[in-house]
């Protein structure tokens, strides 16, 4: 299915908040209130999210929009890597989450994966920086890049988080059903090569 009507409406609002940002002039301010509407509209044409809810959920931010950002952690175990069960889909996923204000990389990896894992960490390497809409994950309204770093435990042990619900290594091959708005088994394929291959470059889209 097409998704040419998404990548419209986002662009639409990110133009419009800019717009909003930096403009002084009171109709200037109108005409990029009036486009951001009709970004809102174009969601809901193709959605089933009430007008409220996408206003809250998409145009909301202020400033100067831009990519947000996804970390997730690979932490690997006698050739298996460490996986989170999802309440929110009952779906597996790489321990991780939208980074933090005031937290680097490296440190909210090794927040994320203690909350959902019960493991700690240390970050060893940054793997790759993906752009979400280059991999096969669902539509979403907003630009996300998704970064991966991976991590050795160093201590703690296998516990539930608020949203998790089970913990488990998992062999290549034998992935479990995946919260394919997270990870995708490509990526997760990408994560065991560098496994395999300790000297591998990070890679990036």
Same mark, same amino acid.
């Given at each position: 299915?097409?998704?040419?009507?998404?990548?419209?409406?986002?662009?639409?609002?990110?133009?419009?908040?800019?717009?909003?940002?930096?403009?002084?002039?009171?109709?200037?301010?109108?005409?990029?209130?009036?486009?951001?509407?009709?970004?809102?509209?174009?969601?809901?044409?193709?959605?089933?999210?009430?007008?409220?809810?996408? %206003?809250?959920?998409?145009?909301?931010?202020?400033?100067?929009?831009? &990519?947000?950002?996804?970390?997730?952690?690979?932490?690997?175990?006698?050739?298996?890597?460490?996986?989170?069960?999802?309440?929110?889909?009952?779906?597996?996923?790489?321990?991780?989450?939208?980074?933090?204000?005031?937290?680097?990389?490296?440190?909210?990896?090794? %927040?994320?994966?203690?909350?959902?894992?019960?493991?700690?960490?240390? &970050?060893?390497?940054?793997?790759?920086?993906?752009?979400?809409?280059?991999?096969?994950? &669902?539509?979403?309204?907003?630009?996300?890049?998704?970064?991966?770093?991976?991590?050795?435990?160093?201590?703690?042990?296998?516990?539930?988080?608020?949203?998790?619900?089970?913990?488990?290594?998992?062999?290549?091959?034998?992935? &479990?059903?995946?919260?394919?708005?997270?990870?995708?088994?490509?990526?997760?394929?990408?994560?065991?090569?560098?496994?395999?291959?300790?000297?591998?470059?990070?890679?990036?889209?």
């Amino acid at each position: 299915m097409s998704t040419k009507w998404l990548e419209w409406a986002q662009r639409i609002q990110s133009l419009s908040q800019a717009g909003l940002a930096y403009s002084k002039n009171v109709y200037d301010l109108e005409r990029f209130e009036e486009l951001r509407d009709i970004s809102v509209e174009i969601l809901k044409e193709h959605t089933e999210l009430e007008m409220e809810k996408i %206003k809250d959920l998409f145009a909301n931010d202020t400033g100067y929009q831009t &990519p947000k950002l996804d970390i997730r952690g690979a932490v690997f175990k006698d050739g298996k890597i460490l996986m989170v069960h999802e309440k929110i889909d009952d779906c597996w996923s790489l321990p991780g989450g939208f980074c933090d204000i005031g937290l680097s990389p490296a440190e909210n990896i090794v %927040k994320e994966i203690k909350e959902e894992s019960g493991f700690n960490v240390v &970050p060893v390497k940054l793997l790759a920086v993906l752009d979400m809409k280059k991999h096969p994950h &669902p539509p979403h309204a907003f630009h996300y890049y998704k970064i991966f770093i991976q991590c050795e435990i160093v201590g703690g042990n296998a516990a539930n988080g608020v949203e998790t619900q089970d913990v488990e290594f998992f062999e290549e091959g034998k992935l &479990p059903p995946l919260s394919i708005n997270r990870n995708t088994e490509s990526q997760i394929q990408l994560l065991f090569d560098f496994w395999r291959d300790p000297g591998k470059v990070a890679v990036f889209d």
